[in-house]
């Protein structure tokens, strides 16, 4: 009897049993859903093995379309030798239906860096999620950058998170407190309360498929990010301790939290050791090919994910 574990869009495995020998898992694209063979796990990371982790690539405002098609070719071989993650990167509009189209067959998906909240309008300059859904299945919302620079409120990401749902996007939801609010010691208040926007109006269930990712705004491109134990502890309480009064320890369980903020080779061990950790929103190190590579090498490795 084989077992087959199968990846679904919650985060959550579905285990199969089987008599004879299995079929592979057939290769996905970035707009379909993506299946992996799970890797066995050190017993160390038992406890929170239902949530698989999660690298995305936030490449911001960088790259043409030749750059970026020419990006994801470079990676595409050595990413998909990595297993046991889900791997995301979220190019530039102007470049998602040429990425999907160089990722097609691949077990790497494809994100979009905003979106609008309505099908279609008179709203300038604005993408819809239908404009996205052929191309993407991941949307990031609510980032700091947006927050700080294009008036985005909890409100509106909420609205955003709602919209993203109701057309089978996963959200990759950022929260995370600027440099004076950390020193005033109202990470927890500022945290919690951009957690309950975000979902508000949510059921248990699509709560439970969300990715939120923590970013401490002092820390994004500096070039000084947290220590991984202080960020574990604010996703700990802040995070998933807001999820787990809004809708039980059950779901709290199940969403998966990424770091983000100066996220490097050289420092992703630090965070992706710590149990709440469960991934990396990486901004600059995205654009280096061997970077990011290197990123979700060595997070597989921190989580005791064997190929």
Same mark, same amino acid.
């Given at each position: 009897m084989?077992?087959?574990? +199968? *990846? ?13 020998? @299995? ?11 993506? %299946? ?7 017993s =160390? ?7 698989? $982790? ?9 790259? =043409?379309?030749?750059?970026?098609? /020419? &990006?994801?070719? /470079?990676?595409?071989?050595? &990413? ?9 990167? #979220? ?8 990425? %999907?189209?160089a ?13 609008f ?6 709203? =300038?300059?604005?993408?819809? @999620? !239908?404009m ?16 700080q ?6 409100? =509106? ?7 993203? *749902?109701?057309?089978?996007?996963i $959200?990759?939801? #950022?929260?995370?407190e ?12 500022v ?20 990715v ?18 202080? /960020? ?5 309480t %802040? ?18 939290v990424q770091?983000?903020?100066s996220?490097? @080779?050289?420092?992703? /061990? ?6 709440? +950790? ?16 290197? +990123?979700v ?7 005791? !994910?064997?190929?």
């Open positions: 084989k077992k087959r574990r +199968i *990846l679904k869009p919650d985060g959550r495995y579905l285990i199969l049993y089987e008599f004879g020998e @299995p079929e592979p898992p057939a290769p996905v694209g970035s707009g379909a859903t993506l %299946a992996y063979n799970r890797p066995e796990l050190t =160390t990371h038992r406890s929170n093995a239902m949530r698989t $982790p999660i690298i995305a690539g936030n490449w911001k405002m960088y790259k =043409t379309v030749e750059e970026s098609v /020419a &990006l994801v070719k /470079a990676m595409r071989p050595a &990413l998909e030798a990595i297993g046991g993650i889900e791997k995301v990167v #979220c190019p530039p509009f102007l470049s998602l239906p040429h990425v %999907a189209e990722l097609r067959g691949s077990t790497i998906g494809v994100g979009a860096q905003d979106m909240w309505k099908d279609e309008g008179a709203y =300038t300059g604005e993408v819809s @999620p !239908l996205l859904k052929p191309f993407c299945r991941y949307v990031i919302l609510g980032h700091s950058e947006r927050r620079y294009f008036g985005e409120t909890d409100e =509106t990401v909420n609205l955003k998170v709602k919209a993203a *749902l109701a057309h089978g996007l $959200p990759i939801v #950022c929260v995370g600027n440099l004076a609010q950390n020193e005033a010691g109202q990470t927890q208040e945290v919690e309360a951009q957690v309950r926007g975000a979902l508000a109006g949510l059921t248990a269930e699509e709560a439970a498929g969300i939120i990712a923590y970013e401490p705004v002092w820390a994004i491109g500096t070039g000084k990010p947290a220590t991984g134990e202080g /960020a574990n502890a604010t996703i700990k %802040a995070v998933r301790g807001t999820v787990a009064r809004l809708f039980g320890e059950s779901v709290a369980d199940r969403v998966r770091y983000g903020g996220v490097k @080779p050289g420092n992703i /061990a630090e965070f992706m050791s710590q149990p709440d +950790i469960d991934g990396a929103l990486v901004g600059g190190a995205s654009l280096k090919a061997e970077d990011f590579v290197a +990123i090498r060595l997070s597989a490795e921190a989580k005791g !994910l064997r190929r």
